[in-house]
């Protein structure tokens, strides 16, 4: 496998009951690449997610982390492996500072489980991978500040930086423009473009706008499957994809097609 | 994660702490013999308070059959006790907590494939099949219960160093035991193993996302807290020379959550301060000198005192200063 | 064992089960729909029992019946109390953590236990069931069985039918489904879902005190056994899977097999086997065997 790509899904399917959420989709992550998944809703993006994280097993298919099989590594380990991920509802840890969110999350990588003697906030490693997250995220200003006085984008960035902390080679991100406004998403696109060298990130989004200006390829779910997948000058001339969209617009309207 | 803004330094923090601990010391000298045998019992009951507190307060895991690590550490120590001579300090409280720790290595490892509702169920379940171990079966004398004929010992060649027997040295002892036990779990909060179950208790998913394995960290604090649990148990069954099966009841596990509650859930002091405000209530509500004979029905006023503390004072005693705080001064809301 | 004591056994193992199920399906139901976990469930049991003991005389002087105007007397009461009890008590335990409910409803066992202490005292006592179920029955050409005991099972199959007829074919049972796995869901068809709350939660009280009255002539009366009722409806519910009725039934019967030939089987182990099921089952399927929803 090429050095640049790092994440790949081959075939992947989950079934749930009778129904199919996620039906054969395949895709790979490079480095270096901003790769957004679109869909209409329930089309499976996040059930994706979730399997590509290792929150929920496939039904069938494989997935792949830099060569090697990780389909039945559950999350903790493929997190320690250099998955990352941010979700589409705030987990952040409200009553902690932002340096204490990050701190947390750095110290995954240094674990050091029997060490009690040695208070958490003197580990050198996992104050420096904060330090570093929170710079990255763009909140170096707010390190003491208690994060659920934060604003929405600043979750959303913390939440982000977050995932930073673990020093990820993929980024699985799940929706993180949910809910900003225009000033709070130039700042996410902005922070995205500036982690692209060095990542590979999935960007799960339904901010065309937004997805048209920073995805590098655009990988289109309809009802589990995929429908289209390329550039994105590409999926915008897509019939297939004009039609899932058009379809749901004319619906919205209140008007048949 | 220690949610409280750390504005107070160690001074003031540890100042009413050894203030307290100054009292103690110094309480067998003002004190007569039944308000020090109480206090012994109040001491012992706050060392398993704490080590629930572990596995509540800071992992967030609602156990109702931690009763069950206390009898088995109790038992053991019976059980183990030679009839006719002192056993040694040395290998027997090792030993009871060895034993309490991998009764809850067993059912901790069962009992945390389940969660929420589920495991407050799984663990009481678990609870009262240790009580009928007890009562059913005859090795531990079942129903009656079982003697521990001749207290512990700690001796170095010919010379005893502590001897349980006596009232004033096991006095000290059990605080020396309190006050171990207590620093051992604040170390333990600071250090990374503590800040993992705390962020587990706020957000397992997260943890597991950012790639912690969170069933070992539960499953190490389930069985820490049932050796400490055994450590109050042992001390428990030196005391008074006594165990019968009623020391793993569930209403045991349901006194020692409702110390919690009392004191507050969260704070180790909140712990401590839960039992000693339980021992008071109970014996309140136990004398007949206030409640004449009512008294005997001392579990109708304990009741309503549990039903109102939870619903009017959900963060107990340590928490009632941020909690009329909150109520006098409304919060604006941010972002 | 000869064929005629494993009959026996089996029929022993099917009244306690069904018994246990009426219990336990309230403190599922109640679970499930209300999430609301319940300590005092057991306490209906045995205050139910209580009545029994209690009502049974006065029912024969006031109207001539005893035991079965006793039972209707009780039934209307305890739908009564539960109502009352849901709007005054259960209802601000909605949005609580779990470990306060569970510490508010352990406070309500302590207050319960101790009101049936002052009024009715701590004395066992006996029930009588009524003349004509006394007697035994004759089973094949060697072996008889208390009448009473079949009669249970009798009524506890009639009423677990009863549940499965109003779950599966009414509007209420619909909601009671619907609710199970989607509280707000239920709340956007329009359903009143405080008086659905009252509801359940009335008829789990009804089926506890119920159980315990029919039981009664049988178990007899005494303090602890609505504590005891309820770890095993625990262990029910936990191998059942919280929220599901057939999983309660299954696991009711699973747990009055495995108690009553254990106790048969291997005496020295009497309560603990029930246990070491639940411990099985969590080995190999953590929760539960249906899931409700």
């Not at chain 1, 990050?102 to 003197?122: E, T, Y």
């Amino acid at each position: 496998m090429p050095d640049d790509v790092l994440l790949t899904a081959a075939d992947v399917t989950r079934r749930f009951g009778g129904l199919t959420a996620v039906d054969r989709v395949s895709l790979s992550l490079m480095r270096g690449e901003v790769h957004s998944v679109i869909g209409t809703n329930g089309a499976g993006k996040s059930t994706l997610v979730n399997i590509l994280a290792g929150e929920i097993p496939a039904s069938s298919g494989e997935v792949h982390l830099q060569g090697r099989d990780v389909t039945r590594w559950p999350q903790p380990r493929r997190a320690r492996a250099g998955i990352g991920r941010s979700y589409q509802r705030t987990t952040i840890f409200p009553r902690s500072t932002v340096f204490e969110n990050c701190r947390l999350a750095a110290q995954a990588h240094h674990q050091h489980a029997f060490d009690w003697w040695n208070p958490a906030v003197k580990c050198a490693e996992s104050t420096r991978l904060a330090e570093q997250a929170i710079e990255h995220a763009g909140l170096s200003g707010q390190a003491g500040r208690v994060a659920g006085t934060l604003s929405h984008g600043q979750k959303r960035q913390l939440e982000i930086a977050m995932c930073l902390a673990t020093a990820p080679q993929v980024l699985l991100l799940d929706e993180p423009l949910a809910g900003m406004g225009a000033e709070e998403t130039e700042r996410m696109l902005a922070l995205l473009a500036a982690l692209r060298p060095g990542h590979a990130i999935l960007l799960v989004e339904h901010d065309m706008d937004a997805v048209f200006r920073i995805a590098d390829r655009i990988t289109v779910m309809v009802n589990g499957a995929v429908i289209a997948s390329g550039a994105p000058a590409a999926i915008r001339s897509n019939e297939d994809v004009q039609t899932a969209y058009l379809g749901e617009t004319h619906d919205e309207a209140g008007v048949n097609t | 994660m220690p949610a409280d803004a750390v504005t107070t330094s160690l001074a003031a923090r540890a100042t009413p702490l050894l203030a307290a601990v100054a009292l103690l010391a110094i309480f067998p000298f003002v004190g007569g013999k039944f308000y020090i045998d109480l206090m012994v019992t109040t001491m012992i009951l706050a060392i398993f308070a704490l080590s629930l507190e572990l596995l509540v307060g800071r992992t967030g895991l609602v156990s109702f059959g931690h009763a069950a690590f206390f009898g088995i550490a109790a038992y053991a120590t019976a059980l183990l006790s030679p009839q006719a001579s002192a056993p040694s300090l040395a290998w027997l409280l090792p030993a009871a907590v060895v034993i309490s720790a991998l009764a809850a290595l067993g059912i901790g490892a069962l009992s945390l494939r389940t969660r929420g509702i589920y495991f407050i169920m799984v663990t009481l379940a678990f609870a009262q099949m240790a009580y009928f171990v007890f009562h059913d079966m005859a090795f531990a004398g079942g129903s009656d219960g079982r003697y521990l004929y001749v207290k512990p010992v700690l001796a170095l060649g010919p010379y005893t160093l502590l001897d349980l027997d006596r009232p004033l040295t096991f006095y000290y002892s059990t605080l020396a035991a309190m006050v171990a036990v207590y620093a051992l779990l604040a170390m333990l909060g600071r250090s990374r193993f503590g800040h993992a179950l705390a962020g587990i208790k706020a957000n397992e998913q997260r943890m597991r996302a950012a790639g912690f394995s969170t069933y070992p960290y539960k499953l190490a604090a389930f069985v820490l807290a049932g050796a400490l649990a055994g450590v109050a148990g042992f001390l428990y069954a030196v005391k008074d020379g006594f165990v019968n099966p009623e020391i793993l009841a569930w209403h045991q596990s349901g006194t020692v959550l409702l110390m919690l509650i009392l004191g507050g859930i969260g704070s180790l002091r909140g712990a401590v301060l839960g039992a000693f405000l339980f021992v008071v209530l109970k014996e309140l509500f136990q004398s007949e000198a206030v409640f004449g004979s009512f008294a005997k029905h001392w579990q109708l006023p304990l009741g309503l005192t549990i039903i109102a503390c939870v619903a009017l004072m959900p963060n107990g005693v340590t928490g009632l200063p941020a909690q009329l705080r909150r109520s006098r001064v409304p919060v604006p809301h941010a972002g | 064992m000869d064929f005629a004591v494993f009959l026996v056994q089996c029929l022993n193992a099917l009244q306690y089960g069904l018994l246990l199920f009426l219990v336990a399906s309230g403190l599922t139901l109640i679970f499930g729909i209300l999430g609301v976990i319940n300590l005092a469930h057991g306490s209906f049991y045995m205050i139910g029992a209580y009545l029994a003991y209690a009502l049974a005389p006065w029912a024969a002087e006031q109207f001539g019946g005893g035991f079965f105007t006793a039972i209707a007397i009780g039934i209307v009461l305890s739908v009564v109390f539960g109502y009352l009890l849901e709007w005054g008590f259960v209802s601000y335990l909605y949005q609580r953590e779990h470990l306060q409910q569970v510490l508010m409803t352990y406070g309500l066992i302590l207050v319960f236990e101790e009101l049936r202490s002052i009024l009715v005292g701590d004395d066992v006592h006996g029930v009588a069931p009524p003349a004509w179920l006394a007697g035994s029955v004759q089973l094949g050409s060697v072996m008889t069985y208390p009448t009473y005991r079949l009669f249970m099972s009798g009524v506890c199959v009639l009423v677990a039918l009863g549940l499965y007829l109003v779950i599966s074919r009414t509007r209420i049972g619909m909601a009671i489904r619907a609710g199970a796995s989607n509280r707000e869901m239920v709340q956007s068809l329009g359903v009143d879902i405080r008086l659905l709350y009252r509801i359940v939660f009335a008829a789990g009280v009804a089926l506890a005190v119920f159980a315990g009255m029919i039981a009664a002539p049988v178990s007899s009366v005494y303090p602890g056994m609505g504590n005891q009722v309820l770890i095993i409806s625990f262990v029910v519910v936990v191998i059942g899977g919280i929220g599901s009725v057939r999983g309660a039934l299954l696991a009711s019967l699973l747990v009055g097999l495995v108690d009553t030939f254990g106790k048969v089987l291997i005496p020295q182990t009497a309560g603990i086997l029930v246990y070491v099921l639940m411990a099985a089952i969590l080995l190999w399927r953590p929760e539960g065997l249906f899931r409700a929803g």
